[in-house]
């Protein structure tokens, strides 16, 4: 599978400033997720981003506050805008990888633990 | 509305002892995931179940998926202290690349 990488690992911000988050995969994928994983929580889905459109946002997120490039193949960011307290959660991006002719699965990055104060 | 639903949320079990967690969805799905995820780190794919009466084994896991009944079991046979971790269900929405996560259930084996 992918080789899937995120910087930075984790950070401390204040509230009111943004973060951008770098996922970085060792292979050409055409689609990447993006998650938030609130603290003892389940995973939910922010965006789809593909190579060469906007990303697809889920219900609930919104390009002002999460936005998303992705140039290449092989790499996205996220950014977190105007941060609050509420926004502090493990974000997670991942790939889709055919591992069958008949079926894709997704795997994911180490994670960016996000606390803000 | 879909949902996946996991259950125990928590549990408890000392070594040695057998037991399952059950997902739960809601949606017409073929495909369905198990993942690990240890404290603090991202998650492993354990599991892939493709098609009703899919049956996969690993170690001490063991997971099945019977489609008409919307529902994959995750058996845990004589537990060890390094299964302890959550272990997430995911269902794909069909005609989507989306993945839809259960609750989670967060597994603690004692020693």
């Known amino acids: 599978s992918a080789v899937i990488s995120q910087k930075p690992s984790r950070d401390i911000c204040q509230r009111g400033t943004s973060l951008t988050i770098q996922c970085q995969v060792d292979?050409?994928?055409?689609?990447m997720f993006w998650y938030r994983q609130q603290p003892g929580q389940s995973l939910t889905l922010i965006a789809t981003a593909n190579q060469g459109s906007e990303a697809t946002y889920e219900s609930g997120f919104v390009i002002d506050k999460f936005p998303i490039s992705r140039p290449n193949l092989t790499f996205s960011t996220l950014t977190v805008s105007n941060m609050s307290p509420e926004d502090s959660s493990i974000y997670l991006c991942?790939?889709?990888?055919?591992?069958?002719?008949?079926?894709?699965?997704?795997?994911f990055g180490p994670g960016t633990r996000l606390t803000v104060l | 509305e879909l949902k996946v639903e996991q259950n125990p949320l928590f549990l408890s079990m000392q070594e040695g002892k057998n037991y399952t967690i059950y997902c739960n969805y809601s949606?017409?799905?073929?495909?369905l995931y198990w993942y690990r995820q240890d404290p603090g780190k991202s998650l492993e794919s354990l599991f892939v179940?493709?098609?009703?009466?899919a049956v996969k084994q690993e170690g001490r896991l063991m997971a099945s998926l019977d489609t008409k009944a919307r529902l994959s079991t995750l058996h845990i046979t004589a537990a060890v202290h390094d299964l302890s971790a959550t272990y997430f269900c995911?269902?794909?929405?069909?005609?989507?690349?989306?993945?839809?996560f259960g609750t989670g259930t967060r597994l603690k084996v004692l020693a």
């Open positions: 179940l493709l098609s009703n009466g």
């Open positions: 949606t017409t799905s073929d495909r």
């Open positions: 991942s790939v889709e990888e055919g591992t069958a002719l008949y079926y894709n699965e997704q795997f």
């Open positions: 995911a269902v794909d929405i069909p005609g989507t690349y989306k993945y839809i």
């Open positions: 292979s050409q994928v055409t689609m």
